[in-house]
């Protein structure tokens, strides 16, 4: 399993951008598909956005298209989730994940992941 540790959350107006940051501890992150989940209190933990190892491609969930953005950076072990014009329904508790050699889908589940960070709190409103 690797190690994974997020950053980037906070409090922000509705439209406001935030930047998570996502990093990995090993030699071999090209080897993992990164993904992005959510979790609102009293919901079940929800797909955001995933990233292949080689950034070949990328899937997210309908509501956040056009306004999430994933990508990472091998360099530094990191993967990122750029996101804009936030929403109140953003709000959430961010999690990080890694998938050991998997593909990537938009159906991607939980189950799919086996290494995950801590969470990062994301709060979107007036």
């Known amino acids: 399993q690797v190690q994974l540790v997020e950053s980037g959350g906070g409090l922000v107006l509705p439209g406001g951008s935030l930047r998570l940051s996502c990093a990995a501890s090993?030699?071999?992150?090209?080897?993992?598909?990164m993904g992005w989940f959510r979790q609102a209190p009293g919901k079940e933990r929800e797909f955001v956005a995933t990233?292949?190892?080689?950034?070949?491609?990328?899937y997210y969930t309908n509501s956040v298209k056009g306004r999430f953005t994933i990508f990472r950076d091998s360099a530094r072990n990191t993967v990122f989730l750029q996101m804009n014009s936030l929403k109140p329904e953003d709000t959430a508790v961010y999690y990080c994940?890694?998938?050991?050699?998997?593909?990537?889908?938009?159906?991607?589940?939980?189950?799919?992941?086996?290494?995950w960070g801590q969470g990062t709190q994301v709060t979107v409103s007036s």
């Open positions: 994940a890694a998938a050991y050699r998997s593909p990537a889908s938009a159906t991607m589940t939980a189950a799919d992941f086996s290494s």
């Open positions: 990233i292949t190892g080689s950034s070949t491609a990328t």
């Open positions: 090993t030699h071999t992150f090209s080897r993992y598909t």
